[in-house]
């Protein structure tokens, strides 16, 4: 794309004011298990994850933060399951949304549903498992929030995202996809590109040689069908 067809860009601040960013659609109604789940969209179920390490070590303090968590739909689901399957253990589930629209408030102190800037928000220990479910679309600076969630990572924890490489170009409007998706592998995590999948065993440290320029909210619909955010850097 030549440079003078390169949008206005937004900086993150105006950016989370846009109404394709600070929606109440976005991640709403998908739970843990089902046809509409997290289990079927990451191809695993975090509550059985997060199960398997509590069986593993039942003195085991376990946390999963779920960035851009929507309505918190499968966070509140993961808190009931644990209340009646693992009363005992020691679990906290932590989801952030940009727009506060959560489904129901938290039943137990396990969970909390916290309305935030995915951009600025830090967790105060390392996390079993860190998801983002189609949340990465929506934010400007990606490389910066996919470098800050993977180092949330305990060892032996795990970062998933839904990632697309094509939200991501070079200041003239250029794909920068394949040398974002060859830092990421630098850095030992992997992405699947039929299923557009990022993973990373944690902690992981991703290093982009790329200083963020701004983004695009009028790009129109990603992958997903659904309007996304185009982010520029320059290399």
Not at 22 to 39: D, E, H
Request: hydrophobic share 40%; net charge negative; glycine share 10%.
């Amino acid at each position: 794309m030549p440079s003078d067809s390169v949008p206005r860009l937004l900086d993150d601040v105006t950016l989370e004011l846009s109404s394709v960013v600070a929606n109440n659609a976005m991640n709403r109604g998908r739970g843990l298990a089902g046809v509409n789940s997290y289990a079927r969209e990451l191809g695993f179920d975090p509550y059985e994850r997060l199960v398997d390490r509590v069986r593993g070590d039942s003195r085991a303090a376990v946390t999963w933060i779920d960035v851009c968590c929507g309505s918190g739909r499968a966070l509140l689901e993961a808190e009931a399951r644990f209340a009646q399957e693992f009363p005992k253990a020691e679990v906290t589930l932590i989801g952030i949304d940009l727009v506060d629209f959560f489904l129901a408030r938290p039943r137990t102190p396990r969970l909390w549903l916290i309305t935030a800037s995915a951009t600025t928000w830090t967790p105060d220990r390392p996390a079993d498992l860190v998801t983002c479910v189609h949340g990465l679309h929506y934010i400007g600076d990606k490389l910066a929030a996919v470098s800050a969630m993977a180092g949330w990572i305990a060892p032996g924890g795990l970062f998933a995202a839904d990632f697309d490489p094509d939200e991501i170009l070079t200041a003239d409007g250029a794909p920068a996809g394949t040398v974002v998706i060859d830092a990421l592998r630098a850095s030992g995590m992997t992405y699947d590109r039929r299923k557009r999948h990022l993973r990373g065993q944690g902690p992981r440290s991703p290093r982009f040689p790329a200083t963020y320029l701004g983004a695009d909210d009028t790009a129109g619909p990603g992958y997903t069908g659904q309007p996304s955010v185009r982010s520029y850097y320059a290399w």
